[in-house]
């Protein structure tokens, strides 16, 4: 027995501990996901000075993030808006839940090393890095703790003293356990199920009628107002999946419960699944309806596990539409462990005082069962873990480097990227989150400054396509690493000959030819430099890597920039190339071209300026190249014309060259340049809109060819 304890523990500390590294070494202060659209609230507010009640009870999908929203303004106000109080919140959250669901188990009548091992495996499985989302995102906080307020207030309600004549001590235990209750509640939709759980539990306690009472009038109010208000909402009670049928909302709740082994398989999640949720749905009822009444510690257990199987049938509700596979996502495993933990202690109570030889091979067979998958995430998923933790502070050093890069938000904020880079923007004129920390994501000062380049000892590497246009600035990958040292820079700046500098960048590419983890003193990705679109382009650019004390060394030779995929002006000689005028599969946009001025050569002109919402499909039919090297395409976009795009095809309608617009071509009018390694006779141009959000705006013109 003793050797089944010592490797249960070993183990927790190992997935603990890994939770713990998760979140220190493979979080970023950069806002992504949900938190984006606070920060954008908060910010068009006034900030502190304009942001109140109405913008914290705010409905942000099914969620009302009152309770979260404080923590997020606490985050700016202490933390700069970094996320390091957030990300302590949720730690130390996962903590306390481990330790009232441990208190519990001791409540069963078990010595307090048995709760105490109970503790650190409970925390471990909490902390498991298989949540990473809920590890390392602090949006997240709510996820984390609409679980735990729910489990505290049903422990206060199984602590409370009834009949034993202390008043008070049964007073602060409900009114506890109501603003627990609350606190669940306002964390997030799933929160409402605390209350009849909760009622209930009290009833089977037998609490005084009055307290009772205003159990069921706190928890009525609050039932009445916000489902009713969710139902109210535009997209309120239609989106709740009634129509997906029993069946596939039992498979959802089945993997729901067991997402934090969902390595098992999809049909051991729902075999597992449904033995535990019969066993603790008929030990439940048993507990509730038994003259001789069970440990009131034992029924917040059930209390614990019925609040989660409600909140994955409410999940599956609101979110079958979207498919049974996101049953197991990574947010979920929080749940999942919540109610694997439960489940499971209330399994070793039994084991305990019925079986106890049998702990010998039980203990450590659950705790594998439980733990084992966390610790296979933290290995097997950390190049994926590093590489978001990269894209999201690429898109700050992008920001930093070369202006507004929307290609670089999309992972932070995949939705609109022009919202978040309106919210960089504004953080970054507070001086909050990465931008507190600039000098995270950028190389010192001393290396930006303009001058004859320096004579360092060279550096050894290879360079990738330098690009250079009016559109999208300036952009070179390259890895680079000192001849003398063999370490590997963590900053690049590119200079024209003149030792003027163009761009600078960071080691934050994600590189899937490369170990995820750095080897012996060298960084084990790729470099990425940006600068912005300037009057003039340089042919050739010199490349050097800059250490974190401000050394550098300078890679050998120049580099020459490519051909631009966007030009400023019409080349001279770029004659017609159209032999008629674009048709249309639907929609025809007629009218919205911009307020830019159109270049004459472009004419005739059309777009869905102002009408954004209209998709279309144009297309056009090209003529004889001759001598020609591409094809030009005139263009004006909104400031970020998602999901459009621009491509070539020949006659038979194999795809020549292509270019989505990621990019905007505003404020005026580019010439879109498209080089295919073959032209020929009867290719057609198509510009296809995919995406209708207000800046997606796209305008077109009569096609050139590319001298």
Sequence with gaps: MRTAVAFSLALALVTAASGIAYQIFLSTPVPSG?????????????????????????????????????????????????????????????????????????????????????FAIAAAALLSPVQYENLLNGFQVQFVQVWLFASLAFALIA????????????????????????CSSYSMFNGLAVWPILVVLALWRRLPPAWSACLVAVGGAVLAAECLGFLNRPEGGGALGFGSGAWTILRFTLRYLTSGIGDIGTLGQEIVGILLVVAVTAAGLRGLARVERPAPARMALYAVCAFVMAGAVATALGRLHIGLGIANTSRYTTPSMVFLVAAGLLGFDYLLRHR??????????????????????????????????????????????????????????????????????????????????????????????????????????????LRFDPVTGVTLSATLASVRSGRRPPWMVVRSPEGRVLAWGAALEPRSDRAPIPQSGILARGLRAFGEASDGTAEFVTVEGVFGDGSRCRLTGTV????????????????????????????????????????????????????????????????????????????????????????????????????????????????????????????????????????????????????
């Design 34 to 118: 949900d938190i984006v659209d606070f920060y954008d609230r908060f910010f068009a507010a006034g900030g502190f000075a304009g942001y109140g009640l109405a913008d914290l009870y705010q409905w942000h999908n099914e969620h009302r993030l009152f309770l979260p929203k404080l923590w997020f303004l606490a985050d700016i106000a202490v933390a700069d808006a970094r996320q390091t109080l957030l990300l302590t919140v949720i730690a130390v959250s996962a903590v306390l839940h481990a330790g009232v669901l441990a208190v519990l188990f001791g409540g069963l009548g078990h010595s307090r090393t048995a709760a105490a091992v109970a």
């Design 159 to 182: 602590w409370a003293p009834v009949g034993q004549g202390r008043p008070v001590g049964l007073a602060l235990c409900v009114i506890g356990a109501t603003v627990a209750g609350l």
């Design 356 to 465: 106890p030889r049998t702990l010998g091979w039980a203990l450590p067979l659950g705790v594998v069962l439980l733990l084992v998958p966390g610790d296979v995430h933290a290995v097997r998923d950390l190049k994926d873990r590093l590489a978001a933790r990269d894209l999201a502070d690429l898109a700050i050093v992008s920001h930093l480097a070369g202006g507004y890069r929307p290609e670089m938000l999309e992972p932070i904020y995949p939705p609109l990227p022009s919202r978040a880079a309106r919210v960089l923007e504004a953080m970054q004129a507070a001086g909050l989150g990465p931008f507190s920390v600039v000098g995270r994501y950028r190389p010192p000062d001393g290396a930006l400054a303009d001058g004859p380049v320096a004579d360092d000892p060279h550096c050894t590497g290879s360079v990738g396509r």
């Design 560 to 707: 020459a920039a490519s051909e631009p995929t966007y030009l400023a002006e019409l080349p001279p000689g770029a004659r017609p190339a159209g032999t008629g005028g674009w048709t249309f599969a639907a929609n025809a946009p007629t009218g919205g071209i911009g307020n830019a001025a159109v270049p004459p050569e472009a004419l005739p002109v059309h777009g869905n300026f102002g009408l954004a919402r209209r998709r279309f499909t144009a297309v056009l039919t090209l003529g004889q190249p001759g001598e020609a090297r591409g094809v030009l395409v005139p263009l004006h976009t909104g400031r970020h014309p998602a999901g459009a795009d621009v491509t070539l095809l020949d006659s038979g309608g194999t795809v020549l060259d292509t270019v989505a617009l990621d990019r905007a071509v505003a404020p005026g009018w580019f010439w879109l340049a498209l080089r295919p390694a073959r032209l020929e006779p009867g290719m057609r141009v198509e510009i296809r809109t995919g995406v209708t959000r207000p800046s997606d705006e796209v305008a077109f013109g009569a096609p050139r060819w590319l001298p």
